[in-house]
């Protein structure tokens, strides 16, 4: 955390000597300018008067800080003159670092250089701190300070290879102490700054990526909704760590220490600081939307990331366990990764998975996801026929109640699992019974191997042949005609919704002569079509 | 065969009983019939011989001889064959030459014999030009004059290679001749004329069938001088004398008119007198002018159709159903999508309604013969069309072309005056009055649709007569609506995306109260009322029955007024389906969960597919009694319904009832007891708390009625008892005389037509330029020997010749010689 007073500890503070502030010059362009000029032109000699232009942040912020007026009208107010100032500074030390005056370090100038140039980095990373309203200013601030990175990793260690880890780690906790933005609706941030940084820089070059999750340590942070909300839109962002072509690997930074390329460093590192938000004590500040959203990103972003994915398996299995369905749904995903790749061994998987299969499955977003993943669950010939059964049968009695889209994406559904187990043939063709039969099928039992669904019948797809959507009608009566197809592909059926159907519809056009008219009469609208009702 | 050449044909003739005892009787002696014997004798004899010649003979040897079977073609006699064929030639060569300079060709030089591209008439006229043509050139050439002489002969030649018909000529003969036989056709008058004498026999021949008819033509006299300058004469004579008789006939005539004028006026005087006496007579009747006049007036009499009997009318308008019932149960089946009629076709009856005298007036105008009355029909007319106009200009409208349109027309009458505004409308633009005004109407019943839509949504709800005028509109756009289906059912298709529009806001919105208002349910009812909802597919009906499910399944119903929307849709869905039966799995989600939504306690069950958007509270004391009463749709825009006991347990009965329409258009799926088994648990629990409100257990007890047949009729499924498919056979197939030796195997049998084909043709062609060639080469040698004949000829001959000169010479010499001698000798 960067604060105001952290300073003092290196540099003398403004604050300490009242007596500068009288022969603090003014904020304004043509100071600024004839100071530079003077600056650079003495800059092999004296630097002190540095300090006279730095001191000119103090006047904004104390405006700033005073609250006397609106946040945006102080920045309009000073907007301008700090951006010439900001560069101004920029090129005397740019002019410096050319100059290799940084090189001698023992020399007086040093000395002197590297505490205004400490000053005015702290002021530039202060002020993207504080400032909260979205400006130009802040985001001029980042590629200025990226810039000096690039000077700090050419002129600090020689000719050695140098990371600036701690301007990187001042500029992360920056990143994440910043007041700008808000948490999104999928539990993301909109923080300027870090997209910025996200656009420019993070997505771009490997050095930054390795180094953010080498430099981030969340368990010294205070946790934070909104810290997690950045972590996660850091997280969020495709990397290059795992390329294995070095060439595609492109680096901010030039002469880079060898750490760069340990990824078990860095997977530990990733590692500890994700545990460390899933770990926490307060489970509170981790929003239901940034839960989702890291149940969503698991399988892409984060288990590839980590040194021991199986760390997560408690997460994964209790987010499974939790009855939220969408919840569970999510973590499917991310527990098939693990049982794939890591040898998993989750008891009773099947009778959740059946579980899953709720009233609300098909009227949420994700169930196309649920789809797939039970698509290959279920896609072994091992399984018993009891259970495979008892899914069909769940699905079409949850069908009869469902949206044409989900009936939709059921139907060729049922038809592969019934083509895959053919055993399953028994729910559409059952010759052999007595005139005693009742349906054993058991609605409310969770195990799928004890529902006596193989003895049953899939009545409700019978019924869904009438649909009143004629094109649903002819699908369902896929089960009435020879199982001839080897497999639909399902992606074809699983994105449908009511605004695809209702456009495929609008867009046929009308016959000349119209569309079929109702012959029947009726008295009246209401009373006679509708009874009961009246105007 | 032993023995010499002369011994074998010895024995080969005993053998043959050629010689020796001939009359040697044999045991199978009755072989032949003796005139036949000797035939038989020729026969042998030519056999005899033509062993005894073997190099005639060639026998073509095999190697190998495995088979029994014979061959063709083993043996031949080149030498005979040849020979054949070279006689075939000569015969065919010397023929050739026979006839050769000697033999004339047709050659049809007719005009346009050869050009298929000119029709039998076009040919014909090319020709007759043509021959005009080379006529009139002839003519200009070497006639001077016109009346020259050489008319006479000129005619000849033209009849004899000009055109006929019929054997007459149909070239324009001199005028006239053509008098000429006129006058011999027409009287006998003019025999004596010498000059016609000729031309009247040849009409003679040619009637008694005579056919000599050229001779005389053919060979035409040589006439004189004298014989021609007479002709003229007499030709100029002739006419003269025509000239006459035609002047006294017009001076005849004319006479005869001057004597008659006399008589002519005195008539026409008359004339006005005799009127005058009818007049009067007219005054004795009363108004007999008026009368008559209005008899005239009076519609003509026409052919009327037979009024129909009443029986014929039921069973005419029975077919009619019965021929729309099949065309829509075709349609339910998904069979076909066409409709059996056309919009035309249907009645005509929505124009009688308003404006049917006046149009009955104007259609059945009479058209008749007689001039007197179709003028005062006319008069009549006239009048009448200066009539309409002045009723129509007290009172004008103009077709509106907008919504808005209509309803500044509208502003000017009184609410109650819609319904005959927009008839008067109608009537003043039926399109039979002018070009255009079908289009207009067409737009016009898109307004009266967007009118009915406006009207649901304004505040002349309140009027006591709107659910007349309403209703009212509705049905007249129901009749326009056969005719003018194309224009407004695009309008309602352009409606049913700006209502989904509207659904989506809403769902995206939270708190958008966009849907569902008024207008849209009045508009999901009118869909329903206008088009044929049981079709398998249907472009208004499947599209708004979407927007409809969306609704259903979508929409928050959070207000009590939404959920009456919610009732609405699901009924008029449930009306959609009542003769197709389709199941709607949106209106069983909604239901469960407008019924959860009144319960007052949580219920979860896993057949419950459904949860409550909020939970309303009933009165306590939910009576039958007091919800009988029909329910207003207006009651959607009511604000404080949440307060109003009385239309919540109002809502809540017709829920009820909608629940058991649901359960009637349902009842024979075969999965009705899923269906209903949540609704089941949810009735259970409110007849636990309303144990004494009516409807709940009667519908409680329809349900466990249905459920018991249902349950005990349950089967298995059997969707897949197809008829058993065979397998496939792979069974080699055997065929006959497959030779693996020929290379020219084709199992695809065409192909092998094919290819045989090819291999004919080959063969043929091959054939055919051998002989062609043996042709040309005979030819060739023929033509040589030819000319060696000649060459030996004419060298023969001059070789005599010079024989004979030099014969000659020699005497001559051997004479001067001797004369020689003989002077030496004198000497």
């Known amino acids: 955390m960067v604060k105001r007073s952290k300073s003092n500890d290196g540099t003398p503070s403004k604050k300490s000597k009242p007596s500068n502030q009288q022969e603090r010059g003014e904020l304004s362009k043509d100071f600024i300018t004839i100071q530079t000029d003077q600056i650079i032109e003495n800059l092999n000699k004296d630097v002190s008067n540095i300090k006279s232009l730095i001191d000119l942040y103090d006047i904004f912020l104390e405006t700033f800080q005073s609250q006397d007026e609106q946040e945006d009208e102080i920045l309009t107010k000073y907007e301008d003159d700090l951006r010439y100032l900001n560069v101004s500074i920029f090129k005397i030390f740019s002019k410096?670092?050319?100059?290799?005056?940084f090189d001698n370090k023992l020399s007086k100038i040093y000395t002197d250089l590297k505490k205004f140039y400490?000053?005015?980095?702290?002021?530039?990373?202060?002020?993207m701190e504080i400032i909260s309203i979205d400006c130009s200013l802040i985001v001029d601030n980042l590629d200025i300070y990226m810039k000096l990175l690039k000077f700090e990793n050419l002129n600090f260690n020689g000719n050695q290879p140098y990371f600036p880890n701690k301007s990187f780690k001042d500029l992360i906790h920056t990143l994440i102490n910043s007041n700008n933005g808000e948490i999104l609706s999928n539990g993301l941030n909109s923080n300027i700054i870090l997209q910025e940084f996200l656009t420019n820089y993070y997505s771009k070059y490997y050095d930054l990526q390795f180094y953010f999750i080498n430099e981030l340590n969340l368990i010294e942070l205070n946790h934070s909704s909104n810290l997690i909300s950045k972590i996660l839109t850091i997280i969020n962002e495709k990397t290059m760590v795992?390329?294995?072509?070095?060439?595609?690997?492109?680096?901010?930074?030039?002469?880079?220490?060898?750490?760069?390329?340990?990824?078990?460093?860095?997977?530990?590192?990733?590692?500890?600081?994700?545990?460390?938000?899933?770990?926490?004590?307060?489970?509170?500040?981790?929003?239901?939307s940034q839960y989702k959203t890291i149940l969503l990103i698991l399988h892409k972003r984060i288990i590839p990331f980590m040194k021991t994915p199986t760390k997560l398996m408690d997460f994964l299995t209790d987010s499974y366990n939790l009855n939220d369905t969408l919840i569970s749904i999510l973590s499917l995903n991310g527990l098939f990764e693990l049982i794939k790749t890591y040898n998993l061994d989750y008891p009773n998987f099947y009778t959740k998975l059946y579980q899953l299969l709720d009233k609300n499955l098909f009227h949420l977003k994700y169930r196309s996801r649920f789809l797939r993943l039970t698509d290959i669950f279920l896609n072994s010939t091992h399984l018993p026929s009891s259970l495979i059964a008892s899914f069909i049968k769940k699905m079409a009695r949850l069908s009869i109640n469902s949206s044409p889209s989900a009936i939709v994406s059921i139907i060729p559904f049922i038809y592969n699992l019934l083509k895959r187990h053919p055993t399953c043939m028994i729910l559409l063709q059952n010759e052999h019974t007595d005139s005693l039969y009742s349906d054993p099928y058991n609605n409310d039992e969770i195990d799928p191997l004890k529902t006596n669904a193989i003895e049953s019948s899939l009545w409700e797809l019978e019924t869904l042949q009438s649909h009143y959507h004629p094109n649903v009608a002819t699908l369902a009566k896929i089960f009435s005609q020879p199982f001839k197809k080897q497999s639909y592909n399902l992606e074809d059926f699983l994105d449908w919704s009511y605004n695809s159907l209702l456009e495929s519809e609008t867009t046929r056009r009308l016959k000349e002569d119209g569309a079929a008219l109702e012959y029947e009469e009726f008295e009246t609208l209401l009373g006679d079509y509708l009874p009961e009702w009246r105007w | 065969m032993a023995g010499s050449q002369l011994k074998q044909l010895k024995a080969a003739l005993k053998e043959n009983g050629l010689v020796g005892q001939t009359n040697v009787k044999r045991k199978n002696t009755k072989k032949a019939p003796s005139e036949s014997r000797r035939d038989d004798k020729q026969a042998v004899l030519e056999k005899i011989r033509e062993q005894f010649n073997p190099f005639e003979l060639k026998v073509n040897r095999k190697k190998t001889d495995l088979d029994t079977r014979s061959t063709k073609g083993t043996q031949g006699k080149p030498g005979i064959s040849k020979q054949i064929g070279e006689d075939a030639r000569k015969a065919a060569y010397e023929a050739k030459k026979k006839l050769q300079n000697k033999n004339g060709i047709f050659k049809d030089r007719r005009f346009g014999e050869n050009d298929s591209s000119l029709t039998a008439e076009e040919k014909m006229l090319q020709r007759f030009t043509k021959e005009r043509q080379t006529q009139s050139s002839k003519r200009n050439l070497f006639n001077l004059d016109d009346d020259n002489e050489n008319a006479e002969d000129d005619e000849d030649d033209d009849n004899a290679f000009g055109l006929t018909h019929y054997g007459k000529s149909l070239s324009l003969k001199d005028d006239f001749e053509q008098d000429a036989d006129l006058q011999n056709n027409g009287d006998d008058d003019d025999d004596d004329d010498e000059f016609m004498k000729p031309k009247k026999r040849t009409l003679e021949d040619r009637e008694s069938g005579n056919h000599e008819p050229d001779e005389d033509e053919v060979i035409p006299k040589k006439k004189t001088k004298a014989e021609v300058m007479k002709e003229v004469i007499a030709k100029s004579k002739f006419y003269k004398q025509q000239r006459q008789i035609l002047q006294e006939k017009v001076e005849e005539k004319i006479f005869d008119l001057d004597e008659e004028y006399d008589d002519i006026l005195q008539e026409?005087?008359?004339?006005?007198k005799q009127k005058k006496p009818l007049e009067f007579a007219a005054n004795d009747g009363i108004n007999y002018e008026k009368s008559i006049k209005e008899l005239n007036l009076d519609r003509r009499a026409a052919p009327a159709d037979r009024t129909k009997t009443d029986e014929e009318i039921r069973k005419e308008r029975a077919d009619k159903m019965r021929e729309l019932e099949e065309a829509r149960l075709r349609r339910m089946e998904g069979l076909e999508d066409d409709r059996e009629k056309g919009p035309d076709e249907l009645d005509d009856d929505f124009w009688i309604q308003g404006s049917g005298d006046e149009d009955h007036e104007q259609q059945e105008q009479d058209d008749d013969n007689d001039e007197d009355e179709q003028d005062d029909e006319q008069d009549d007319e006239l009048i009448q069309n200066d009539d309409k106009p002045k009723t129509t200009k007290s009172l004008p409208v103009i077709c509106p072309e907008s919504h808005e349109e209509f309803l500044e027309i509208l502003s000017n009458y009184k609410f109650e005056e819609t319904l005959t505004t927009a008839?008067?409308?109608?009537?003043?633009?039926?399109?039979?009055?002018?070009?255009?005004?079908?289009?207009?109407?067409?737009?016009?019943?898109?307004?009266?649709?967007?009118?009915?839509?406006?009207?649901s949504e304004s505040d002349l709800v309140s009027n006591e007569k709107f659910s007349e005028i309403q209703e009212g509109l509705i049905s007249l756009v129901k009749t326009l609506s056969q005719k003018y289906n194309f224009e407004l059912t695009e309008s309602l298709r352009d409606k049913i995306e700006e209502i989904h529009e509207r659904i989506t806001e809403t769902l995206q919105i939270e708190d958008a109260e966009e849907f569902p208002t008024i207008s849209d349910l009045t508009f999901f009812s009118l869909v329903g009322i206008l088009y044929s909802t049981s079709d398998h597919y249907h472009l208004v009906v499947t599209p708004t029955s979407i927007i409809m499910g969306e609704a259903l399944d979508q929409i928050k119903f959070k207000s009590i007024n939404s959920l009456i929307g919610g009732i609405f849709i699901a009924e008029t869905f449930l009306k959609y389906q009542r003769i197709s039966k389709r199941y709607v799995p949106e209106v069983t989600f909604f239901l469960q969960k407008a019924l959860l939504s009144f319960l007052p306690i949580d219920l979860t069950d896993d057949s419950i597919t459904s949860t409550p958007d909020s939970k309303f509270q009933l009165p306590k004391n939910l009576t039958s009694s007091d919800s009988?009463?029909?329910?207003?749709?207006?009651?959607?825009?009511?604000?404080?319904?949440n307060s109003n006991d009385l239309i919540k347990s109002s809502i809540f009965n017709k829920l009820i009832s909608t629940v058991d329409l649901a359960l009637d258009t349902w009842k024979d799926k075969s999965s009705l007891l899923e269906i209903s088994s949540p609704f089941i648990i949810i009735l259970s629990k409110f007849i636990e708390i309303y144990p004494n409100y009516k409807p709940l257990s009667q519908l409680s007890l329809k349900f466990t009625r249905l459920l018991k047949f249902s349950k005990d009729e349950r089967k298995p499924l059997t969707l897949q008892s197809h008829k058993k498919l065979s397998i496939a056979t792979y069974a080699p197939k055997f065929e006959e005389n497959f030779n693996p030796e020929r290379k020219s195997y084709d199992e695809n049998r065409s192909r092998q037509e094919i290819s045989k084909m090819n291999k004919q043709i080959k063969q043929e062609r091959k054939i055919a330029l051998r002989e062609l060639r043996k042709d040309s080469r005979f030819e060739a040698r023929q033509q040589i020997k030819e000319k060696k004949e000649k060459y030996a000829e004419y060298h023969s001959k001059m070789a005599k010749i010079l024989n004979t000169i030099n014969t000659v010479e020699g005497a001559e010499k051997n004479e001067y010689e001797r004369e020689k001698k003989l002077r030496k000798s004198k000497k």
């Open chain 1, 96 to 101: 410096a670092f050319n100059d290799q005056l």
């Open chain 1, 118 to 127: 400490e000053l005015f980095k702290f002021n530039l990373l202060f002020f």
């Open chain 1, 242 to 288: 795992l390329d294995i072509d070095q060439k595609k690997k492109k680096c901010f930074l030039k002469k880079l220490p060898s750490l760069v390329n340990n990824l078990n460093h860095y997977k530990n590192q990733f590692e500890l600081n994700l545990l460390s938000i899933l770990n926490h004590e307060n489970q509170s500040i981790l929003l239901n």
């Open chain 2, 268 to 272: 026409l005087r008359t004339v006005p």
């Open chain 2, 423 to 455: 008839n008067k409308i109608l009537t003043s633009y039926a399109p039979r009055l002018q070009i255009g005004n079908k289009e207009k109407i067409g737009i016009f019943t898109v307004i009266l649709f967007q009118h009915i839509l406006y009207l």
């Open chain 2, 628 to 641: 009988i009463e029909a329910f207003k749709i207006t009651d959607l825009d009511n604000d404080d319904l």
